[in-house]
């Protein structure tokens, strides 16, 4: 099946900062890329919707100018939590779907401290 | 948008039982319905997927039903081992190129010896 990587795989970074976290499809070109967050014992939450030479699109909720998305080539999209706050912490995860499956990357661990 | 229901939260079974997790989906237009699973601290792991033009199949001791009708999909394990336990994720998306999977909430499985 198709690979997606996501670099780093846990971060721990201060109130105030920023963090950027890539994901990357291995194999195949992803011209659209998923993000998504997961609180402890909740469900994925999509945030927003990566599209390759174009702004990404938002859900509902989410903070376009907290999280900035940049989807630059084919196989690379990064998320950068902007001055990161304690509620940011999470587990975030990206995914892309070559064809109907969706293949996910292994997660980043973000705790804000 | 999409929005999916899942049920029960958790589940609970003795070795070699049957479990049974029940999802809805709000979307006509969703026709691809995949079923995670997911350990702590791990990216989902696909187990077994459906298409809205088949109204079951099976893989070994998973299968997964689908009613459009009604606009209901359950996943079914028969002979549960220790190691089913997780927690197992339904999702649905709409056919539209570069679509998000829309997630249920979850059922923690567990599976006691």
């Known amino acids: 099946g198709a690979v997606v990587s996501q670099h780093p795989s846990w971060v721990i970074c201060k109130s105030g900062t920023s963090v950027k976290i890539e994901c990357r499809s291995l194999?195949?070109?992803?011209?659209?890329m998923f993000w998504y967050r997961q609180f402890p014992k909740q469900s994925l939450m999509l945030m927003a919707t990566?599209?390759?030479?174009?702004?990404?699109?938002?859900e509902q909720g989410v903070e376009k100018d907290k999280f900035l998305i940049n989807h630059a080539s084919l196989t690379l999209s990064t998320l950068t939590v902007t001055s990161a706050h304690p509620e940011d912490s999470s587990f975030y995860i990206c995914?892309?779907?070559?064809?109907?499956?969706?293949?996910f990357g292994p997660g980043t661990r973000l705790t804000v401290t | 948008g999409e929005n999916v229901e899942q049920h029960p939260s958790t589940l609970s079974v003795q070795e070699g039982d049957s479990a049974v997790i029940k999802c809805t989906y709000s979307?006509?237009?969703?026709?691809?319905f995949p079923w995670y699973k997911q350990e702590l601290g791990k990216r989902p792991q696909l187990i077994i997927d459906?298409?809205?033009?088949?109204g079951e199949k099976k893989d070994q001791r998973i299968a997964v039903t689908l009613n459009k009708t009604a606009k209901h999909f359950s996943l079914h394990i028969t002979e549960t081992q220790p190691e089913d336990s997780a927690v197992y994720f339904c999702a649905a998306r709409p056919n539209q190129a570069g679509t998000a999977l829309i997630f249920g909430k979850g059922t923690t499985l567990s599976v006691s010896s």
């Open positions: 459906i298409r809205s033009n088949v």
């Open positions: 990566s599209n390759e030479g174009s702004k990404a699109t938002y």
């Open positions: 194999d195949f070109q992803a011209t659209t």
């Open positions: 995914s892309a779907n070559p064809k109907d499956e969706q293949y």
């Open positions: 979307d006509s237009a969703s026709n691809y």
